[in-house]
T-cell receptor, first 111, second 114 residues
Framework: RKEVEQDPGPFNVPEGATVAFNCTYS??????FFWYRQDCRKEPKLLMS???SGNEDGRFTAQLNRASQYISLLIRDSKLSDSATYLC????????????FGAGTQVVVTP | EADIYQTPRYLVIGTGKKITLECSQT?????MYWYQQDPGMELHLIHY???????EKGDLSSESTVSRIRTEHFPLTLESARPSHTSQYLC?????????????FGSGTQLSVL
């Protein structure tokens, strides 16, 4: 089983619609969670950290469910520019300072 | 924008050549990392460093080597490139400590070995 698992998609979303997807992680001791965005053939960039109480950044909302060991990302009012691969990233408690990346969920926003 | 730079952006080279991928950051970060990523796949950590003269191998076995003689510079070297080394190589740095880590990535080097 992979440490971080994501639905690869693609999620095809009409412009203006809402899309949500999850990521599951295997290590219950993980404490830090992030969503990174990666455009095609580009480097990943931090989108947002995920806090226990859930957090929002504009049209993006992240949630953490520790009991079921998953995090989610919701994008409201999707824009064409939201088309990208979204990487779920979790810290590795057994390896100080290291992160585990998921393979990503591809989102394609269509006009 | 993060100040971390990788060169070259693209490299096409023949089998058996020695190559060095450059990575520099101007943020004074102690921690630096090299990741390898194939299309549609997750990033795999191949090397990391927590400071000058500190280097460790990552999770994915790699024939490459790294050095950290200066805080800002973390080059990766392949003594003899092979087609199996064809991949995207991403350098990253972080100035934070556990458990949270915010990584800043360079723009990557797409390596093709013929």
């Amino acid at each position: 089983r992979k440490e971080v698992e994501q639905d690869p998609g693609p999620f095809n979303v009409p412009e203006g619609a809402t899309v949500a997807f999850n990521c599951t992680y295997s290590n219950s001791a993980s404490q830090s969670f992030f969503w990174y965005r990666q455009d095609c053939r580009k480097e990943p960039k931090l989108l947002m950290s995920v806090y226990s109480s859930g957090n929002e950044d504009g049209r993006f909302t992240a949630q953490l469910n520790r009991a079921s060991q998953y995090i989610s990302l919701l994008i409201r009012d999707s824009k064409l520019s939201d088309s990208a691969t979204y990487l779920c990233v979790v810290n590795r408690p057994d390896s100080w300072g290291k992160l585990q990346f998921g393979a990503g969920t591809q989102v394609v926003v269509t006009p | 924008e993060a100040d971390i730079y990788q060169t070259p952006r693209y490299l096409v080279i023949g089998t058996g050549k020695k190559i060095t991928l450059e990575c520099s950051q101007t943020m004074g970060h102690d921690k630096m990392y090299w990741y390898q990523q194939d299309p549609g796949m997750e990033l795999h950590l191949i090397h990391y460093s927590y400071g000058v003269n500190s280097t460790e191998k990552g999770d994915l076995s790699s024939e490459s080597t790294v050095s950290r003689i200066r805080t800002e510079h973390f080059p990766l070297t392949l003594e003899s490139a092979r087609p199996s080394h064809t991949s995207q190589y991403l350098c990253a740095s972080s100035g934070e400590f556990a458990p949270g880590e915010k990584l800043f990535f360079g723009s990557g080097t797409q390596l093709s070995v013929l």
